[in-house]
């Protein structure tokens, strides 16, 4: 659950360049994923796997390499591999995203 960590503020912050994007191009399949630094961030277009769900397909925020991001994230280990949950997302050092993780519907 990322809501207790959330409303703690108990999340990771990175700023960087997107690296290694990979786009899907349907939004019913796949999903988008890019890198910056060491850390790989995974979303598909739906909430059900984390709060950021906007693929590039789907007006999404992250769209090319080289773009500058700050990323709010939670790291949740499940069977011994880590997935990271982008829970606030900033771009040209404008607040595009404030996830608000309440356990419903995520913006």
Do not use: W
């Not at 059900?48 to 500058?68: E, M, T, V, W």
């Amino acid at each position: 659950n990322l809501y207790i960590p959330y409303s703690q503020k108990k999340y990771n912050v990175i700023e960087g360049e997107v690296k290694n994007l990979f786009l899907s191009e349907r939004y019913e399949e796949d999903y988008d994923s890019f890198e910056i630094g060491s850390l790989k961030f995974y979303y598909t277009g739906s909430s059900l796997f984390g709060p950021y769900c906007r693929k590039a397909c789907d007006d999404g925020f992250i769209r090319n390499n080289g773009q500058h991001i700050k990323v709010y994230y939670i790291s949740i280990e499940y069977n011994e591999i880590i997935e990271n949950y982008i829970v606030g997302l900033f771009l040209d050092s404008k607040e595009l995203i404030d996830m608000k993780v309440k356990g419903k519907r995520h913006v």
